[in-house]
């Protein structure tokens, strides 16, 4: 039975008293486009992931690693269908649309996709840094999350992630434990990919932040951040490799790793496409959706069953 409400103090009420809005509920407008936003930019972001890992097909090294390469790829775009779907059915935009103002550049995505992976260096550490980044995100928001139908995808979103993030552990290991010439590709990648990974969590939330207030994400940005920073700092460095950030030191008081300032403009030029490898991803995007449309046409010709 859809459900609703006579105010927003009423919703709101409902939302802190731990109640899961289903999509037929009458949620208010404002809610119905935060979670719709919010779901939209998660989904591109897996879509736009996905298709850097498959880039990584033909080039990465060796079997094994290119099963898993496969594999990956084969998730993330799962992730961004399921996450597609879950969006197009708060009837704000069709999936369609969607994916229009993707390729358009009316939307956005992750700004760790708006830069180029150059080596298997740097899928190494996307493979670490970023997936674990992206996890400890996905699984603030599930851990609380008042949108029933993106609270159940996630659970299985974070389930295939959590591979992801052991399959970058294991990929980091092996290049640690290997000849100088990989451990200083991938310490350059680090050095590339440091700051692009923490910036993944964004600014500082605001305080008035709706995704907040409304119970979309459970944990601050910067709360998500920190706890990144206090993971990765000694485990990189517990391998001998350096994190390229001058201001980083342990305050022994605090008993936790502060690091320095933070430029926010590279952040702020993937808001608006302007980072180093936007136009170039944002394009064969679209032409990757233009090139397999015969595979959607023909799944549309597939007789369904009475
Ligand atoms: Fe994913
Ligand atoms: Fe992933």
Redesign the pocket.
């Known amino acids: 039975m859809p459900r609703a409400w006579n105010s927003m103090t009423e919703f709101e009420e409902f939302l802190d008293g731990g109640g899961i809005v289903e999509v037929d509920d009458d949620m208010p407008d404002e809610y119905r486009d935060a979670v719709f936003r919010f779901i939209e930019l998660h989904a591109n972001s897996e879509l736009m992931?996905g298709l850097t890992e498959r880039d990584w097909i033909p080039r990465t090294p060796g079997l094994r690693h290119k099963m898993a390469v496969l594999a990956?790829t084969q998730?993330?775009i799962g992730?961004a269908h399921l996450l597609y779907m879950v969006a197009a059915d708060m009837k704000l935009k069709t999936r369609q649309e969607m994916l229009e103002d993707l390729f358009a550049g009316r939307t956005r995505f992750h700004n760790v996709f708006h830069y180029q992976a150059k080596t298997w260096g740097d899928q190494i550490a996307i493979a670490f840094l970023v997936?674990a980044a992206?996890?400890a995100s996905q699984q603030a928001v599930f851990k609380n999350c008042s949108y029933g139908p993106y609270r159940r995808t996630l659970r299985r979103i974070i389930a295939?992630?959590g591979f992801?993030m052991r399959l970058g552990e294991d990929r980091m290991l092996r290049i640690a434990e290997g000849t100088d010439k990989q451990r200083s590709m991938f310490q350059e990648s680090i050095d590339r990919w440091w700051w692009p990974s923490l910036q993944l969590f964004g600014p500082d939330s605001r305080p008035g932040d709706v995704l907040l207030r409304w119970h979309i994400k459970s944990e601050r940005n910067e709360v998500l951040r920190d706890g990144w920073v206090q993971k990765f700092v000694p485990l990189l460095q517990s391998y001998g490799f350096t994190i390229p950030d001058p201001g980083l030191h342990y305050d022994d008081d605090a008993e936790k790793w502060i690091i320095g300032e933070i430029d926010w403009e590279p952040l702020k030029r993937t808001f608006v496409q302007g980072g180093p490898d936007s136009a170039r991803r944002i394009g064969d995007a679209a032409d990757n959706w233009e090139r397999s449309s015969w595979v959607r046409d023909a799944l549309d010709r597939v007789p369904v069953p009475a």
């Open positions: 992931g990956k998730d993330e992730h997936d992206a996890l295939e992630e992801h």
